[in-house]
């Protein structure tokens, strides 16, 4: 199946908003298990890893949450999930996306930095087993970046900061494309997770933001090409 819609919005998304509008009308309730991806998959006609990344778009809005060994259930509602994602359609052009990478990076350094500073009062599993799924990931593009993203939407819960965690679900799907955009080595995304994850656990918040900061500078260098 063609991974875009007709009206050419990617699949995964178009399933993403099917899902939210069942949430919104009151078929899906708080607390809810979503059926597992096998039999999303065949409902919609698509792959298991499309099925993942509409739920990794969901799970970006707050609508959704993760419970592993369990499956994926509808979060209780509350004000903040009904966020929409910044339209990165609209800022992605070349005047723009440079300025798009500092916000993201400045937003993902607070993160890095605030989930260094309680990792004392934290269990940080979820944060491992996301990194293992990015390393797990290959080099399909689309996949690494779901890999990434969901990386980083682990490590702003493990913040424990709502402010931060809603703007990067506010930016998450605009991270995503400016990811397409430009394109980094998979091995610098790793790499910088990786770092990262070190820096948390070993409580270094000033490293954990000075690692967000070079993969900034890497993407913003990516950006200065495309000019």
């Known amino acids: 199946m063609n991974e875009f819609s007709p009206i050419g919005q990617k699949l995964y998304m178009r399933i993403a908003q099917q899902i ?3 949430i919104e009308d009151g078929v899906l309730r708080p607390g809810d298990r979503l059926p597992p991806l ?11 890893a499309t099925v993942r990344e509409a739920l990794g778009a969901l799970r970006g809005q707050g609508l959704v949450e993760l419970r592993h060994g369990d499956g994926t259930y509808v979060r209780t509602a509350s004000v903040e999930m009904w966020m929409q994602p910044l339209d990165a359609a609209v800022l992605l052009g ?10 993201q990076t400045a ?19 979820n944060l491992s087993r996301a990194l293992f799924e990015l390393e797990a990931s290959g080099r399909h593009s689309e996949h690494r970046i779901a890999s990434e993203l969901h990386f980083y939407a682990v490590l702003a819960e493990c913040a424990e900061n709502q402010v931060l965690e809603n703007t990067f679900r506010v ?7 400016s990811l397409r955009l430009l394109s980094p080595k998979r091995e610098v995304g790793l790499q ?27 993407l913003l260098e990516q950006a200065a090409q495309r000019k």
Do not use: W
């Not at 070349?94 to 300025?99: A, E, G, N, Q, R």
């Not at 350094?109 to 009062?121: D, E």
């Not at 930016?171 to 494309?177: D, F, G, I, N, T």
């Not at 070190?198 to 967000?212: H, L, T």
């Open 20 to 22: 939210r509008s069942m």
């Open 38 to 48: 096998k039999n999303l998959a065949e409902e919609f006609g698509c792959s298991r």
């Open 94 to 103: 070349t005047d723009h996306v440079s300025d798009l990478v500092e916000l």
């Open 107 to 125: 937003v993902l350094a607070a993160i890095a930095s605030s989930a260094a500073k309680r990792r004392a009062t934290r269990d940080y599993s």
């Open 171 to 177: 930016l998450q799907e605009a991270l995503r494309s």
């Open 192 to 218: 910088t997770c990786r770092a990262v994850y070190d820096a948390v656990q070993m409580e270094q918040p000033e490293r954990a933001r000075e690692i967000i900061y070079a993969y900034g500078e890497h």
